[in-house]
């Protein structure tokens, strides 16, 4: 029963998300942005710094609507479900895109959706390794990069790099490695239309230079304030 009991099991983990998560909504419905990153909720008085202990709050902000709508813990299993949907998803997006055919995708991204990374990610209640979606999105958009050559999908895989980092900082630098493997690759193989891959995926790594460091300087000046 999805309405009463925790998808998984029910480790310290799924106490520590939903606890953020809560934490998150009372933030953003209070206009409290600034506890977001600092607050002395959690080692009263001085507080705790929980940008730094538990990264962005970019999956908590995204579970409101859900925790509006539903009661815990079926918000938070339906919060788990759509995660995992999107994984799916977006691998069917990578596979149809390189591959051209929809059943063959399909099959792939219902593997990718109920892999056994992800079931032991769903079962120790982390929804920011859950969400795997990133990376397929991220690739299909650099593929398209080398195939289309737009610098709309430069400016739309800088955003997808950002939101990966942002839910969770080991995919957003496995995310920089394959891109830097990428070019490289492209260096060695390709002849034709270097200069114009490389300053397109430039355009995108200066992007995403750009918004972490006002993203990273925004935290950052919250601690040193407190």
Known sequence: DISSLVLGYNSVDVSGTSWYQWFAKRCVLNLDFTSLYHTDFVGYPSGKNLF???????????????QIAFNFPLYYNLFMF????MNGFACFMLLKYMYKDAISSFIGGLFFSVNSYVFYQVNLG????????????????????KDEKKKTYSIIGAILLVLASLSYWYYGTFLLIFTF???????????????YLFKNIGLLLSLYCACML????????????H
């Open 82 to 85: 759509i995660l995992a949907a």
């Open 214 to 225: 006002i993203l990273f300087f925004y935290p950052v000046l919250i601690q040193g304030v």
């Open 126 to 145: 982390r929804p920011e390794q859950t969400a795997i979606f990133w990376n397929p999105f991220f690739i299909l958009f650099l593929l398209k990069i």
């Open 52 to 66: 730094f202990d538990l990264g962005y709050p970019l999956l908590p902000i995204l579970s409101i609507p859900f």
């Open 181 to 195: 493997l990428f070019l490289l690759y492209f260096f060695l193989v390709e002849k034709n239309g270097r200069l």
